[in-house]
């Protein structure tokens, strides 16, 4: 039973300590890093299939973008203008149109009530290795997606 304790006590203390000096955005972004893993298993959009020249370069030249099965039926189902809690984006950005080399990973995830006034998504930028680079409530990020139908604009869905 005293290994058991020391067991359990051991690994909260290292679980805490992991953790030490992360903002609770990064603690996020981690886990949802940790969500996404198998995500090019994922479906896409039937309008956005596969690599396609990015509409401003932000992202890379060139982008491929994964659904999670809450978003992707807002996609093949014109009717809904808004995802639904849970759904997750996931875009990769490329130098070339080949896919040969990832520049960033960058995930957009509707939580409810994390950002009410910019639709509630949380927002997260990777390195190929999963480290973060931006994460939460990212100015640059809503902003410049303001302007699609519930901040996605690749389709207008």
């Known amino acids: 039973m005293k290994k058991l304790y020391l067991v359990i006590v051991l690994s909260i203390f290292i679980g805490c300590e992991k953790d030490e000096g992360k903002s609770q955005d990064e ?3 981690e886990d949802i890093w940790q969500e996404i ?3 090019t298993d994922w479906g896409q959009s039937v309008d956005w299939a596969g690599i396609k020249a990015s509409l401003d370069g932000t992202h890379g030249n ?3 973008i994964w659904l999670n099965t809450q978003a992707l039926p807002s996609f093949e189902d014109s009717i809904s203008s808004e995802l639904p809690y849970g759904s997750i984006c996931v875009k990769e950005g490329y130098a070339s149109s080949d896919g040969s080399s990832i520049n960033t990973v960058t995930v957009m995830k509707k939580i409810e009530g994390f950002d009410p006034d910019h639709g509630d998504w949380f927002w997260a930028s990777f390195d190929t290795n999963g480290d973060v680079n931006k994460a939460g409530s990212v100015s640059s990020c809503y902003n410049c997606h303001v302007s699609g139908i ?3 604009r690749f389709t207008e869905h």
Do not use: L, P, R, S
Request: aromatic share 24%; hydrophobic share 40%; proline share 0%.
């Open 27 to 29: 603690i996020t972004a």
């Open 37 to 39: 893993q198998g995500y």
């Open 62 to 64: 060139f982008v491929q």
């Open 150 to 152: 519930d901040y996605i």
